[in-house]
């Protein structure tokens, strides 16, 4: 093959994440190339491994009706227009296009909360205050979800009553969940909307719907955690839930209908930002609504967690909404619940005044029993502890305690709903198949001048427990909440600071040659993954001899 050919590639041990990119010149310059210098200059950065140079040029001509017509569909007529179903699809589509998956989750969210602007949001209202966006367009969420899809999903999905599906009344101050055993069929489901007036509630309408999938999966690399959704059905005149608040960040799109919602304050400093969610409240525990609305089709409330809220059918309209949550346990005192025991433990094993024994009679003075008495003991023994706390800090494994977190982000976390083209260059599209006897199309040849780099900014993360070094991916995650076991594969000591050399450039592509490896064989080795001689990482290649079609 003449030149460099650029492509997408997937690295991966059961589809882990990185991708390659070879580049032709003479093919797909004006696609991929974005520099008009001399060959000569190309080809020297080619060599290095380092991307052409972005004239000022031709950065206009490219940039300025791409992000015009993205801003458009982000916040079209500023959040008022007439937009629909086709309209949140060219979005997605649009958003595959954009090179950076954190940019990408930006610009879902602009759109989510729009006319807002994201850094005001979280300037003034995140995790601070209720925020209602009223746009007067019925039409703007429409394609997330519907009741057509909710009645799809019921006909042709495994669908169970308490795992995907709760029926729920609320009625003269009294909650109750009316779930049978077993498969949720259409037949029972829509006879409890109908005649006893229940609303239904889908728990993760993301594990069923290729949108809702896509979206979230999208949102969750804005939020640095899992985003999850409900679908809410509830038949007009009637209330599912009793008045409650939850542990979560939560934005309610109204899709269809309208729907009366009433938003109360905490009801003390010590509920604000709870790490649970409340148990139901009577209507006399909450006080007067700071917050009393009617959300039609295309509005939007924003309630941060620890906001008690109820929401009741009009008698002319039914209600759908989602609910997209996050934020669930993502706290500094989730952070520190894992700083301070690593701590502790490291503080006992490296320094010898955590090892020193209680005073023989400090039973006689501390305690419950003992609080009330002066004597001063305790006021030396207190000290002693509040010391011994500020040493602590010394020996907190801060790096390994976010590692932790990290881990358990990802294993919350959706896989990435790839698009075609990035299906198309990875194993996912891999053209290796069986044909006239034999397997073909399996071949994999890797060159110096490969580009390769993550699929996605947030699919893979390095984690070391103190004696080995972990990658951590998404690609394989389940749709179904924690159905998989977390995914990852141990990393090599001479290979850490190439993978990292990988995770810190995205979202540029890198050289294989200019991977920071010792030898050519060890970059081959972070690019293939062949541990132990074993193909742990499939690769997909633009050549159709050795790799997947494009």
Known sequence: MEGALEVLILLQLFSFCVTAFIRSLNQFEGFYLQVSAPQVKKKKRKENGAAPAVTAKKKKMKKGPVDKKMMEQQCPSNGTGGVGAEVLHALLTDLTKVNNSRERASRLFQWLICPNQDKTFFRDCWEKKPLLIRRQNPDYYQGLFSTAEFDRILRTDDVQYGVNLDVTSYTNGKRETHNPPGRALPYTVWDFYEV??????????????????????????????????????????????????????????????KKHWRVYNPRSKDEALPLVPSPNFSQ??????????VLEAGDLLYLPRGFIHQGDCLPDAHSLHITISSFQRNSWGDLLLKVMPAALEMAM??????????????????????SDKEDPRRDTFV?????????????????AAVDQKAREFLHDCLPPALSEEEKSSSVYGAS?????????????????????????????RLCSDGEAVHLYYTTENSRVYHKEEPKSIEIKAEHTDAVEFLIHNYPKFVAVASLPCDSAEDKARVSLSRENSKPCWTLAFQDRRCTPAL
């Open 284 to 293: 006399a525990e909450i006080g007067k609504p700071i917050l009393d609305v």
């Open 196 to 257: 006893p007036g229940c609303s239904l509630r889908m728990l993760n309408p993301q594990a069923f719907s290729s949108t809702v999938w896509n979206v979230l999966s999208i949102l969750q690399e804005k939020f640095g955690s899992m985003a999850g959704a409900n679908v809410y059905l509830t038949p007009a005149g009637t209330q599912g839930f009793a008045p409650h608040y939850d542990d979560i960040e939560a934005f309610i799109v109204q899709l269809e209908g």
């Open 349 to 370: 094993e490296e320094d010898v005044e955590f090892r020193k024994g209680l005073p023989i009679d400090y039973l006689t003075f501390m305690g419950v029993q003992n």
């Open 432 to 460: 290796a198949r069986w044909e006239d006897g034999e397997a073909v199309d399996v071949a994999v040849r890797m060159k110096g001048q490969t580009k390769i780099r993550l699929i996605r900014a947030g699919v893979a």
């Open 383 to 399: 000290s002693h502890v509040e010391g011994l706390i500020k040493k602590l800090m010394s020996y907190a494994p801060v790096d």
